[in-house]
């Protein structure tokens, strides 16, 4: 399992790159193999508001609809729409091809919260 050592860890499973102003969010190596084959990928539209820990879109499998859930409060400035015809992308390239959105967050001190890599892979060899 990948864990990009540049990235920060949500207790939801997505991820968050810092990219100066803004961040660029999806859903872990650890998430899309949990899930399985997703078949499709729910997002909000560029100009939507997120708020931290609520739910912003979902990602469908073979097996289940899962929430995704947003690690900071902010704008959503860029959606991926790649994932729209291709949400394979997820299970193939979570980090690379697979970002959701990307975000201009409201405070900038939520990244703070979020949990480096080794405190991810605590978490998740826990479950």
Do not use: C
């Not at 990928?41 to 499998?61: I, Q």
């Amino acid at each position: 399992m990948s864990l990009p050592k540049e990235l920060r860890y949500s207790e939801e499973h997505e991820w968050v790159k810092d990219e100066g102003e803004k961040v660029r969010i999806g859903i872990t190596d650890f998430a899309q193999a949990e899930l399985g084959d997703i078949v499709f990928v729910e997002l909000p539209e560029v100009g939507d508001e997120l708020e931290a820990d609520e739910p912003f879109g979902s990602v469908e499998s073979v097996k289940t609809v899962s929430e995704l859930y947003a690690p900071v409060s902010g704008k959503v400035v860029e959606v991926n729409e790649d994932l729209e015809d291709s949400p394979e992308f997820v299970n193939e390239s979570p980090y690379e091809k697979a970002w959701m959105v990307v975000v201009e967050p409201n405070d900038s001190s939520e990244m703070d919260k979020l949990m480096s890599p080794e405190q991810y892979k605590e978490m998740i060899n826990e479950d």
